[in-house]
C-alpha cells in the first residue's frame, strides 16, 4: 500500500504536484487517480443527495481541486446523520487518516497544514534551481541545517567564539576574574547584538515620521525580556515555577557550553544576578507598545524626539556599528523615542547596575537566542535539531523553519517555482468580500450604538489590509535575486550556525535600510515571517495569514467560490471580527490614521448585546454518536455559549460573502453538487482532530455554527426533530 502522502503526479508536462491526503490506497498515475475520485464523486453525490438548483458546470478537474477535494471526502463519515452531530458527519473519519503524533495533544487540520508545507518546501528547496542567487544560498542554508554530523562536530565552538573572542564581545562569566572591563562599551555590545535581531534593552527599527508625513525616521521602543512579562513580575505559583525553571535551563546551558575550569557555583551567581535586572527590567515595561515598521502604516503616538539619553550610551557610535559600513543614516537625524517613562527608568537603572552585569545579560541574552541552533546534546529540547522520532517528525520540518525565518522570500520562491505554491489572487478577493459584507453588517446594527462608534467600527473594517501569504513581489524571480545579491557574499553548506548569524545580520540590515519597503511600495513584510499562526495586528490594522494556510483542505485557488470562502474566509473572517474588538482605547480615521478612542460604557454594552443575538443557540443540542442523549452545544461553569461567538459570527460573514460574490461554478469533485453543503464541509475542515471526544471544545464550535444557520437546516435536509434544526425565526447581523 502507499500513501498519498508519498505520491508524486505529473500534470501538465513537467509541473509535479505532492499529494497529502492521508489515505492509503494504491495509485497507478494521475489518470487511475482521476478516474478513481470521479467514481467516488458519483458515489458521494448519491449519499449526499441532489442538488436542489441544477448546476450545468462540470466540477474542477485539476490536481490541485482534486488534492483538495480528496483531503476533505477522506475526513467525511456520511453514515452518520449531520443534522444530529455535524463535527461527527464531516470530521468523523478524519482520524482514520491521521496517527496522533508520539507526545503530542492532538493532530488537527493544523498539523496537516504544517506538515505538507513543510514537506513541500524541503522538496522545493532540495530542487531550488542552483543558476539562481537565491536557489543557491537557501539551499546551503538548508543543507548546513540538515547535516547532523557537522553541527555535532562543532559544539559550542562557534558561540564561544563569538562571546570569548577577545575583543569588544567577551563574556565574563566565562573568563572569570580576567574579564576586561575596558573591552566593553554598552553602545558596541548593544549594537552586535541588535544587528542579530537579538533586541536587548530596546528596539530600534525604521518608522514614519510624524513631523513630516511620507518620510522615514529611526524609531526606538522597549524590548528586551527572555520571558513574558508577567512571568517576571507575578506571584502566582505557576510564575515562580517558570522562573525557577527559565534559571535552571540557564545554568545548564552554560555548563554544557563546555569551558574548561567553569564552576558552576560561579555561574549560578551570574545567573542569579542577571535575573534580578532582568526582574527589574521587567517591573518597567510597558504592558503593551506601538508597533509600527513601515513608512505606510499609521500616525505614531506618544512619541518625542531626543539622543536616546542612556547612562553610559553612546548613540553615535552605536548607530554606526549597527548599520552596514557606509550606510548609516546622520547620527544627528531625529530619532522617536516611544514609551519615554521606560527610557527614563532605564538610563536609571543602567547607572546603578555594574557594567559586568550588564555584559553578562546581553551575553546570556544571545545564547539563550541562539540555543535553538545549537547541538541537541548543548540546549537540550530547544534545540532545532532535537532527536525526534524521524519517522513523526522529521529533522527537516525545524530545517524548513528555519529556512522560512532566515530566508523567507527565496523559500517562497522555491515554492512558487515549483508549482507546490497556490496563486492568492482568490484569497485577495475572499478578504475584500468579506470586508464590505462586515462594513454592511456594521450599518445594519448602528442603530443600536453612537453615530460616532460606528463610525470608528466602520473605518476600522474599512481600512483592514491583507498579508496573506506572501508579498507579491515575490512572483517576479528576478526581483528575488537582485535582493539576494545584496549579501555580497555566499553561504556555506558546512557552516550552519555561521550561516545563521549571516543571514539574521542580513534580515536586520534590510529591515534597517528598508530594502523590502522597496520592493513593496512601501509595505513592510519582514515585520511578520516567524509567525506561525494568523495575527491580527493593531498597528497598521492588517492581517497576517501565514503560507501554510494556502493548501488544502481550507484553500486552493482552482476551488470554486463555495469552498474558498467556507475555508480560509472562514478563519479570516474570524481575525476580522476580532480586528473591531481590539483595543478599544484607539480607533482609525477616514485618512487611515491611528487616534486615541475612549469608548461608553453605553456602547460597549450595545455592542456585546449584538454579538449576544447568537446566544439564540444556548437551547441547540447535537446527539453524538454512541451516546444516550444530546449534549448541549453551550459550556458550563458559566461559559454559555459566548465563547463560540467568534467562529459563529465568522463563518455567517464568509457565508453572507460568498453568496453576495460567488462566481462561476460551485462544484468541486467528489463533494456534494449542493454548493451550501460545500461551504459548510469547507468551513468544517479547521475543526478536524484526532482527539475525539463527544465533548470536545471543537465539536461545540463546529455544531454551533451549523445550528445557527438557516442554511444549514436547509441544505442538509433537517427535520424540526433533529438536534441542529434551525427554524430561521433569529437572525444576527454580528
Known amino acids: 500500500m502507499t500513501s498519498l502522502d508519498d505520491v508524486e503526479m505529473t500534470v501538465s508536462g513537467s509541473t509535479r504536484y505532492s499529494l497529502n491526503v492521508g489515505k492509503e490506497c494504491v495509485i497507478v498515475g494521475a489518470v487511475v487517480f482521476s478516474v478513481v475520485l470521479n467514481v467516488a464523486l458519483i458515489a458521494t453525490v448519491g449519499v449526499l443527495g441532489r442538488d436542489k438548483a441544477a448546476h450545468h458546470h462540470s466540477p474542477c478537474q485539476s490536481a490541485a481541486c482534486i488534492e483538495t477535494a480528496a483531503a476533505v471526502a477522506n475526513s467525511l463519515n456520511t453514515s452518520h446523520p449531520a443534522c444530529s452531530d455535524f463535527y461527527e458527519y464531516s470530521c468523523g473519519d478524519y482520524k482514520l487518516h491521521h496517527d496522533t503524533e508520539e507526545g503530542s495533544y492532538s493532530y488537527t487540520v493544523w498539523t496537516d497544514l504544517l506538515e505538507t508545507y513543510s514537506k513541500r518546501m524541503k522538496n522545493s528547496i532540495e530542487s531550488a534551481d542552483k543558476s539562481t542567487k537565491y536557489g543557491r544560498e537557501v539551499n546551503a542554508l538548508f543543507t548546513s541545517c540538515m547535516d547532523l554530523i557537522a553541527i555535532n562536530a562543532s559544539d559550542s565552538q562557534p558561540v564561544l567564539d563569538l562571546l570569548n573572542n577577545g575583543d569588544a564581545l567577551q563574556w565574563p562569566t566565562l573568563v572569570g576574574g580576567g574579564w576586561d572591563r575596558k573591552n566593553y562599551t554598552l553602545a558596541t555590545w548593544l549594537a552586535k547584538l541588535h544587528s542579530l535581531n537579538i533586541n536587548s534593552l530596546f528596539t530600534l527599527t525604521k518608522g514614519p515620521n510624524p513631523l513630516k508625513p511620507g518620510d522615514v525616521a529611526l524609531k526606538v521602543f522597549p524590548s528586551g525580556l527572555n520571558m513574558y512579562r508577567w512571568d517576571y513580575v507575578s506571584t502566582s505559583d505557576y510564575a515562580k515555577k517558570r522562573r525557577e525553571q527559565y534559571q535552571s535551563s540557564m545554568i545548564d546551558l552554560v555548563m554544557k557550553l563546555g569551558v574548561p575550569g567553569l564552576n558552576k557555583s560561579d555561574v549560578t551567581r551570574d545567573v542569579r544576578d542577571v535575573f534580578d ?270 503560507n501554510w494556510y494556502l493548501f488544502a483542505p481550507v484553500y486552493s485557488h482552482q476551488m470554486p467560490d463555495s469552498f474558498n470562502y467556507g475555508g480560509m474566509g472562514t478563519w479570516v473572517a474570524y481575525y476580522m471580527v476580532y480586528a473591531l474588538e481590539d483595543d478599544y482605547r484607539q480607533y482609525y480615521d477616514d485618512k487611515g490614521q491611528i487616534l486615541p478612542l475612549n469608548i461608553s460604557e453605553a456602547d460597549a454594552n450595545a455592542y456585546q448585546e449584538i454579538k449576544n443575538c447568537n446566544n439564540f443557540i444556548a437551547n441547540k443540542t447535537y446527539l453524538p454518536p454512541g451516546v444516550d442523549k444530546p449534549l448541549p452545544i453551550g459550556f458550563g461553569s458559566g461559559m454559555g455559549v459566548e465563547t463560540l461567538h467568534y467562529d459563529i459570527i465568522s463563518a455567517n460573514m464568509a457565508y453572507k460573502a460568498w453568496k453576495s460574490n460567488k462566481k462561476g461554478s460551485q462544484l468541486a469533485p467528489a463533494l456534494p453538487p449542493d454548493a451550501d453543503k460545500t461551504f459548510f464541509l469547507a468551513v468544517s475542515q479547521f475543526y478536524c482532530s484526532t482527539r475525539y471526544s463527544p465533548s470536545s471544545y471543537y465539536h461545540r464550535l463546529l455544531n454551533g455554527i451549523a445550528a445557527s444557520r438557516v442554511e444549514f437546516t436547509s441544505a442538509f435536509g433537517c427535520r424540526s426533530t433533529d438536534p441542529l434544526y434551525n427554524d430561521g425565526s433569529t437572525v444576527c447581523y454580528l
Open 277 to 546: 535586572f532582568e526582574v527589574e527590567l521587567a517591573k518597567m515595561t510597558p504592558d503593551w507598545r506601538n508597533d509600527i515598521y513601515t513608512a505606510k502604516q499609521l500616525r505614531v503616538r506618544g512619541l518625542y524626539n531626543d539622543r536616546l539619553p542612556l547612562a553610559g550610551f553612546n548613540w553615535d557610535t552605536y548607530v554606526k556599528a549597527l548599520y552596514p559600513a557606509g550606510k548609516s543614516p546622520d547620527p544627528l537625524s531625529l530619532v522617536f523615542v516611544e514609551d519615554q517613562p521606560y527610557f527614563q527608568n532605564l538610563s536609571t537603572l543602567i547607572a546603578v547596575t555594574p557594567p559586568r552585569t550588564l555584559a553578562n545579560y546581553m551575553s546570556q541574552s544571545l545564547v539563550y537566542n541562539f540555543a535553538d541552533h545549537l547541538p541537541e546534546h548543548i540546549s537540550g529540547q530547544i534545540s532545532a535539531h532535537k532527536n525526534y522520532n524521524y519517522d513523526k517528525s522529521p529533522l527537516y520540518y525545524q530545517c524548513a523553519s528555519v529556512a522560512e525565518k532566515l530566508m523567507p522570500w527565496a523559500s517562497v520562491r522555491t515554492l512558487l517555482d515549483a508549482n507546490l505554491l497556490a496563486d492568492k489572487t482568490p484569497a485577495i478577493s475572499v478578504f475584500e468580500s468579506l470586508k464590505s459584507t462586515l462594513e454592511s453588517a456594521i450599518d445594519a446594527v448602528s442603530g443600536t450604538l453612537s453615530p460616532e462608534f460606528t463610525t470608528r467600527l466602520k473605518n476600522r473594517a474599512h481600512y483592514l489590509r491583507e498579508k496573506l501569504g506572501y508579498p507579491s513581489w515575490l512572483l517576479e524571480a528576478k526581483k528575488v535575486d537582485e535582493y539576494y545579491n545584496k549579501m555580497g557574499f555566499s553561504l556555506d553548506a558546512k557552516d550552519y550556525f555561521g550561516n545563521v548569524m549571516a543571514m539574521s545580520q542580513f534580515r536586520k540590515s534590510n529591515v534597517l535600510l528598508s530594502t523590502e519597503e522597496q520592493y513593496t511600495d512601501g509595505e513592510g513584510w519582514d515585520t511578520f515571517y516567524g509567525d506561525s499562526e494568523a495575527s491580527y495586528y493593531l498597528h497598521g490594522n492588517q492581517i497576517y495569514i501565514p
